[in-house]
């Protein structure tokens, strides 16, 4: 059915009070001067013409009354399409769940802006197509709004009026980001401000629960710890790390290197005494220790209480042999 626009006339104010659809096309011939294309049955839903109300309509402008006619006929689940090549404008009336197969593809939220109603291609880099597809249609247009999914080649074709397009887009875009996991691997990095990072790093290993898989790595010219590992291991180092943080450093803790002189047992076995002695703190890269047979020297690398430690010990196993008694 083809309405010829009329001659345009002074805008008068108008009102609708449960009116058919067809009022509202009589209102748009008379003031904006268009024609309209339809079938019969799209004006109709349940067997009865489509009604609505709008208490009072007195746009100033061409434009504002096309605007007021499209919400209009947004508000009964119709969507206008500018016809080409007819005496215009001439727009044709579709149901809006059959608005999609008419709507100008575009692949950018920025280009659908130029339209009233678009086909929006959204692709989709790490969510499931179908997933992201049930999140976008929460906002769209009730019975309006459409979304195709192209599983092959990850992407969804959103069509709805370019005002939810954008909603669309956003929403597919937070379902394409997956949320931080506990599991996730991850690099985590930290810079000890009281300490160096290797005593760092060998703080947290002596921290280090039973079943943690995380691994760390010193870069010690910018004095910086990698943590890599699941997500919830380092944030447990993250924690771990800040408590140790949270004070200054102890002068007494400070790293030392000292040379210790054995004169009685072997160097060997003096270092094999202190590396039973330290092993833990071995392990954990905290405590070094060297041993130099032929200076019978001992060279030890750690803490300067560790290093007093050691000393104390060397003493004990370096003592002078008791001489040997005398015969009667």
């Known amino acids: 059915?083809?309405?010829?626009?009329?001659?345009?006339?002074?805008?008068?104010?108008?009102?609708?009070?449960?009116?058919?659809?067809?009022?509202?096309?009589?209102?748009?011939?008379?003031?904006?001067?268009?024609?309209?294309?339809?079938?019969?049955?799209?004006?109709?839903?349940?067997?009865?013409?489509?009604?609505?109300?709008?208490?009072?309509?007195?746009?100033?402008?061409?434009?504002e009354r096309t605007l007021a006619l499209f919400e209009l006929l947004k508000r009964v689940e119709l969507v206008a399409f500018e016809v080409e090549g007819m005496p215009g404008p001439t727009y044709q009336l579709v149901r809006g769940t059959e608005a999609a197969r008419y709507a100008t593809l575009v692949k950018s939220v920025q280009e659908a802006q130029k339209y009233y109603f678009a086909a929006l291609a959204i692709k989709l880099m790490r969510a499931d197509p179908a997933s992201a597809a049930q999140a976008v249609r929460k906002v769209l247009t009730e019975n309006v709004g459409y979304v195709e999914v192209f599983a092959q080649t990850h992407t969804l074709i959103v069509s709805d009026f370019s005002s939810r397009l954008a909603a669309a887009w956003e929403t597919a875009q937070a379902a394409d980001v997956p949320a931080d996991r506990d599991d996730d691997l991850i690099i985590a990095d930290f810079t000890p401000q009281t300490?160096?990072?290797?005593?760092?790093?060998?703080?947290?290993?002596?921290?280090?629960?039973?079943?943690?898989?995380?691994?760390?790595?010193?870069?010690?010219?910018?004095?910086?710890?990698?943590?890599?590992?699941?997500?919830?291991?380092?944030?447990?180092?993250?924690?771990?790390f800040a408590r140790f943080e949270s004070k200054p450093a102890d002068p007494a803790f400070s790293e030392t290197v000292e040379t210790f002189k054995v004169v009685n047992v072997p160097a060997e076995e003096a270092l094999r005494v202190l590396k039973s002695m330290f092993e833990t703190d071995i392990a954990a890269g905290a405590v070094q220790i060297g041993a130099f047979e032929r200076q019978k020297k001992i060279v030890f690398r750690g803490g300067r209480q560790d290093a007093q430690r050691a000393?104390?010990?060397?003493?004990?196993?370096?003592?002078?042999?008791?001489?040997?008694?005398?015969?009667?």
């Open 311 to 328: 000393k104390e010990a060397l003493k004990a196993i370096d003592a002078e042999p008791d001489a040997a008694p005398k015969e009667k």
């Open 1 to 63: 059915m083809l309405g010829l626009q009329s001659k345009a006339q002074e805008p008068e104010a108008v009102a609708f009070k449960d009116a058919p659809i067809t009022d509202v096309l009589a209102w748009a011939r008379k003031d904006i001067g268009c024609g309209f294309i339809y079938e019969g049955a799209d004006l109709m839903v349940e067997g009865k013409v489509r009604r609505i109300s709008c208490e009072r309509l007195a746009p100033k402008s061409k434009a």
């Open 195 to 240: 300490t160096t990072a290797k005593r760092a790093a060998a703080a947290m290993e002596r921290l280090r629960s039973a079943g943690e898989s995380w691994q760390v790595t010193i870069n010690e010219s910018s004095n910086v710890l990698l943590v890599s590992g699941r997500r919830d291991e380092a944030r447990r180092v993250s924690e771990r």
